[in-house]
Nanobody, 120 residues
Framework: QVQLVDGGGGLVQAGGSLRLFCAASGSIGSIDSMAWDRQAPGKQRELVAR???????YYADSVKGRFTISRDNANNTVYLQMNSLGPEDTALYFC??????????????WGPGTQVTVSS
C-alpha cells in the first residue's frame, strides 16, 4: 500500500554532487523510517542512510560527512544530498520505506532505483 518513486541520479565527475529524491504515497501512516540503499555490480546491497519519523539519522561510515538525508514532510519526500562523490559511490540507489517492530525492521516498499555513476 506504500508506493515509492525515486530519482535524481545521473552521471557526474569525481568531486561533484547529486541530490536524490524519493516521494512516498499510499499508506504513509505505516512508515516509521525512510532509507537509501545502494548496490554496485557484484556487491551486496548496503544501507547508506536512514531517517526516522523522529528525525534521527544514520549514515554508513563510507558516506559520513559527504551525504545528508533529509525529509520534506509536507510532500512526503526524502532526499539524499550527495557531495564529494567518488567512483566508489557508483551504484544503483534504492529508496525504501520501513516499519519498526519490536525485534525487527520490515521493508514496506522499495523504489525502482536510480543510477548514480561517478567518473574519474
Amino acid at each position: 500500500q506504500v508506493q515509492l518513486v525515486d530519482g535524481g541520479g545521473g552521471l557526474v565527475q569525481a568531486g561533484g554532487s547529486l541530490r536524490l529524491f524519493c516521494a512516498a504515497s499510499g499508506s504513509i501512516g505505516s512508515i516509521d523510517s525512510m532509507a537509501w540503499d545502494r548496490q554496485a555490480p557484484g556487491k551486496q546491497r548496503e544501507l547508506v542512510a536512514r531517517v526516522t519519523n523522529s528525525g534521527a539519522t544514520y549514515y554508513a561510515d563510507s558516506v559520513k560527512g559527504r551525504f545528508t538525508i533529509s525529509r520534506d514532510n509536507a510532500n512526503n519526500t526524502v532526499y539524499l544530498q550527495m557531495n564529494s562523490l567518488g567512483p566508489e559511490d557508483t551504484a544503483l540507489y534504492f529508496c525504501k520505506a520501513e516499519r519498526k517492530f519490536p525485534s525487527s525492521i520490515v521493508v514496506l516498499s522499495w523504489g525502482p532505483g536510480t543510477q548514480v555513476t561517478v567518473s574519474s
